[in-house]
């Protein structure tokens, strides 16, 4: 069926529109009037397609709105689903090595954050089977317990791919999440694009940038909440769309292609409330770039803003009348729960992007030297944290068209100065520069004093700013497709290659997941009763194997420690949570530590103690490379030998 915007796509590309019935009915009379009027240059089209008015109300100078409407990807245009299967295609060699091994591989480099999404894939449909509340949990951290909604632990993609989980395993879902993200980055970036106004060219050229963005491709590195974010480019456009009705309607209608604000509204209700469940980060980076461009426009065009903002307020009204009835108790239980906390668990203004970070590479995109992979390596956190980059070619891109566009194109300002706030907005509280940690107060110390924006970390922003300067991409290929050089097309692919190469990532590297010993893998062999164990190597953020097990296992016993986040005694955040009980504190210490632990009497009256607080039934030492002093000190703990069951050492709780 052919939509709206695919009608009005022909009045800002060089490509034609899709035929339609109405159209072919009134043809006669278009071919009659086409030949009376003259044609208008791309130029100054594509000027009052940037200037149309907004408020629902459509300019008669403007030409259509193109984009694809709900459901469209490449619309009815061969060249661009071509160009965007091959992209995608491109990807999975990227992500090459989870592919062949869902079940068995995970991304190297972050191996601790691969096994807390793992947990969380596998609890939500165990919960969830069982009849029992997937927000809260006490199977990881007992008895205290853990929310789920202060955690990232994607629910919603949890649920939509219970069936996989169910018969594969949540390793298999979640290395299926990490080959999707980028696909879906594509679609997402590429939709918004055209929504926007952009040839089918440019779109594909701005969703390549954001698809492989370093942003995007550094998060598969155990972060794919943030890796896994077409709901990203898609917000912003809503949020735009939600104020600013343009284009010329076919077949009626309110606002932008037919959209009415309760169709908008719903739209974007749906949306961010899957984005609620799918990454909170994500969610707060697409209300920041809304709330840039919201104020670029007003600033730039008051009338227009104030013109749309009575649409802007029905279409509010309906996108909160969506997401509230499903969100407000999650997001109730987040913040005021018994489990809620508030601050940041991590130190403050450590992860930030170094502001050389835009332009050095890193080792894992294919052009590189030795020299700026290793300045890169000096950056804080792990590649994971590193997502600034976007390579000289882009970067002088951006402030080009910036130049060239500023004063014809709005969506070049709210672009520009989205991409320019974003970007110092990520450099942190305390500015890193070439790897070193100045002094220098940044701009983001002023804006993470602000409640809930406390929790975020500078660094993430990369995204929002990769976001930006994919707009800004397409919209100078745009511009130069519109233009009137006879070798336009060479130049804006050239443009586009030119940016898009320094981007390209090698293919992820892969290591074998944690084995999983037959104690738990066979766990209705050997677990019965819903026990707790305390599990060891114990698990804490830097080693959080035993969650493995205890997914693997059926999520068949609880246990004390974990990798989360929880509420200290003064309710800020912690990682970790409270603080764990001195033997757990003495257990970690020696794995950790690597060296020999002489036990003494008052240790081994604190295990005890410490054992009856859990509540334990049993302590179990799975394989590690410190199990033999781990082994040593719980037999010296508790006086006793343990059994070897299924690859473990079991000690049982004394009646």
């Not at 970790?576 to 001195?582: F, K």
Request: glycine residues 10%; charged residues 15%; hydrophobic residues 50%.
């Amino acid at each position: 069926m052919t939509t709206s915007s695919d009608r009005g796509a022909a009045d800002v590309t060089d490509e034609p529109a899709p035929a339609d019935p109405s159209a072919e009915r009134s043809a006669g009379r278009s071919a009659q009037r086409s030949a009376e009027v003259p044609a208008e240059p791309a130029e100054r089209s594509a000027q009052r397609y940037a200037q149309a008015p907004a408020g629902g109300r459509p300019s008669p100078e403007a030409p259509r709105h193109a984009g694809g409407g709900v459901g469209s990807v490449a619309g009815s245009y061969p060249p661009a689903r071509f160009a965007l299967l091959a992209l995608a295609g491109f990807s999975l060699v990227v992500t090459g090595g989870l592919l062949r091994g869902l079940g068995s591989r995970m991304a190297e480099g972050n191996l601790p954050d691969a096994m807390h999404y793992t947990w969380w894939l596998g609890w939500t449909v165990h919960a969830l089977g069982n009849l029992d509340n997937p927000l809260v949990t006490g199977t990881m951290n007992w008895p205290q317990g853990v929310s789920a909604m202060n955690n990232t632990t994607l629910l919603l993609p949890a649920v939509v791919l219970s069936p996989v989980t169910a018969l594969a395993g949540p390793l298999v879902t979640l290395n299926l999440l990490n080959v999707l993200a980028i696909p879906a980055c594509l679609a997402g970036g590429y939709w918004a694009a055209r929504r926007i106004g952009l040839r089918p060219a440019a779109s594909v050229a701005a969703a390549a940038v954001f698809g492989f963005a370093p942003a995007v491709v550094n998060s598969l590195v155990g972060h794919i909440t943030m890796a896994f974010a077409p709901g990203l480019p898609v917000l912003v456009v809503l949020s735009v769309d939600a104020w600013r009705g343009r284009g010329v309607e076919v077949g009626g209608g309110e606002g932008s292609n037919g959209w009415t604000p309760r169709r908008t509204g719903v739209v974007l209700g749906l949306v961010a409330t899957a984005q609620v469940f799918t990454g909170e980060e994500v969610l707060f980076q697409a209300g920041l770039g809304a709330a840039i461009v919201l104020v670029v426009a007003a600033l730039s065009r008051p009338r227009e803003v104030r013109a749309g903002a009575a649409r802007f307020a029905r279409t509010l009204g309906v996108a909160l009348a969506v997401f509230l009835p499903v969100t407000a108790y999650p997001l109730w239980l987040q913040f005021f729960g018994p489990l809620a906390h508030h601050g940041n668990p991590f130190l403050k203004d450590y992860y930030a992007a170094d502001l050389t970070g835009f332009w050095t590479p890193t080792d894992r995109l294919w052009l590189h030297s030795a020299e700026a992979a290793a300045r890169a390596a000096t950056f804080p956190g792990g590649i994971e944290e590193h997502l600034a980059y976007l390579g000289w070619p882009l970067l002088i891109t951006c402030v080009a068209v910036t130049l060239w566009r500023w004063r014809d194109d709005v969506r070049v300002r709210c672009a520009a100065v989205g991409l320019f706030a974003a970007a110092t907005l990520s450099l942190g509280g305390r500015l890193w520069v070439g790897g070193v940690w100045t002094q220098a107060t940044g701009p983001y110390a002023v804006l993470q004093k602000f409640p809930v924006v406390e929790a975020s970390l500078a660094s993430r922003l990369g995204l929002l700013a990769a976001l930006f300067a994919a707009a800004l991409l397409g919209l100078a290929v745009d511009a130069v497709l519109r233009s009137r050089n006879e070798w336009r097309r060479v130049a804006a692919v050239l443009l586009a290659a030119a940016c898009l190469a320094p981007l390209l990532p090698r293919p992820l590297t892969t290591l074998a997941a944690p084995q999983v010993p037959a104690y738990f893998a066979d766990g209705d062999r050997y677990i019965t009763g819903d026990p707790v164990l305390v599990v060891l190597p114990y698990a804490w953020a830097g080693q959080p194997v035993a969650m493995r097990w205890q997914s693997e296992s059926g999520y068949r016993f609880r246990m004390p420690g974990g990798y989360f986040l929880g509420p200290g005694p003064d309710g800020h955040a912690y990682v970790g949570g409270d603080a764990d009980l001195p033997t757990a504190e003495l257990l970690r210490t020696v794995a950790t530590e690597g060296v020999p632990h002489e036990v003494t009497p008052a240790e081994q009256e604190q295990a005890r103690a410490d054992l009856r607080t859990w509540g334990a039934d049993a302590v179990v030492l799975g394989p590690d490379a410190t199990s033999e002093l781990l082994r040593t000190t719980v037999t010296a703990l508790l006086g006793r030998e343990p059994e070897r069951l299924g690859g473990v050492d079991v000690w049982r709780a004394s009646s």
